[in-house]
Each structure stands twice: as C-alpha cells, then as structure tokens.
C-alpha cells in the first residue's frame, strides 16, 4: 500500500525525475504548450503550477528559488516579466491538462499540457486550391504540361 507517498515515480530514480521535470518545465515555458504522456503532464502540474506562484512574488528570493527548478535564465526572466503578470489575479490553476490520445508506438496514453491564457498564435490563413476550370481541378493541373511549363520558364 503507498498510504501518504505523495507523487509518482515514473520508473525513474529520484535525480533522473528531477532532471526530466526540470527539462519539461523549461520547454513548457519556452513554448507554453507541450506534448507528453499523461502520466508525466498529470506530475509535472503542480511543479508548474508553484513555478508561476513564486514568480508572482517577484522577489530575489522567489527568482533564486525558480532558478532551482528552471535552470535557465532566459525562460526565467520570460516567467517572471511575462507569464507571472498575466496571472496576477488567480489564485492556482495555471495549467490544464487534455488527452490527446494514444502514442503510436507503444500506445501510451499522451496528453497536452499548456498554460491557461496562453496567446493564441497568429493563425495563418490556409489557401486553398485556385480553381482554375469549372471541375475544381488545381491550377498545375488545369494549365499547361510539364514540358511546355519548362519551355515557358526558360523562355
């Protein structure tokens, strides 16, 4: 029975899980979303979640106590200056957790983790395909062969 063992272990020996949450929190907070498996997002939640309460403190100790767990000093500063701020005014709950279904190798179940009011990323329009006859083929098919395109770009 595992009566009051907080945490999950992962199958890994205590400095090779601490170096894979350190790792994890550096990419979540470079890229603010990130794709693991379920077990490793459902662990990693709390530790992301003090990160960003430490930051709103905005103190040398608070930064110094980060900086033990993101071990870089670009993502620390980008958390304090930036992530921090947007969530001045809750109270926990900073990161959220979706299924994303299963990893095709072994089927492990894999889940997204991400920040909450992260900034959406411009969105690029999709073009879709120019029509250039009435049937809805694509514009390289509608026009000339391959060849007469050559001789077109060469002359």
Known sequence: ???????????RRTAHRLALFRNQLVSLFEHERIETTQAKAKALRPLADHVITLAK?????ARRQVLTLVPNPTIVKKIFDSVAPRFSDRHGGYTRVFQAGQR????????LIE???RPEAEKKEKKGKKEKGGKGEP??????GKKEKAKAAAG
Not at 1 to 11: D, Q
Not at 57 to 61: A, F, P, W
Not at 104 to 111: I, R, S
């Open 1 to 11: 029975m595992r009566h009051r063992k907080a945490g999950t272990k992962l199958g």
């Open 57 to 61: 403190r905005e103190s040398l100790h």
């Open 104 to 111: 095709p190798g072994d089927g492990a179940p894999v889940a």
């Open 115 to 117: 920040l909450i009011d």
């Open 139 to 144: 514009e390289a098919k509608a026009g000339k």
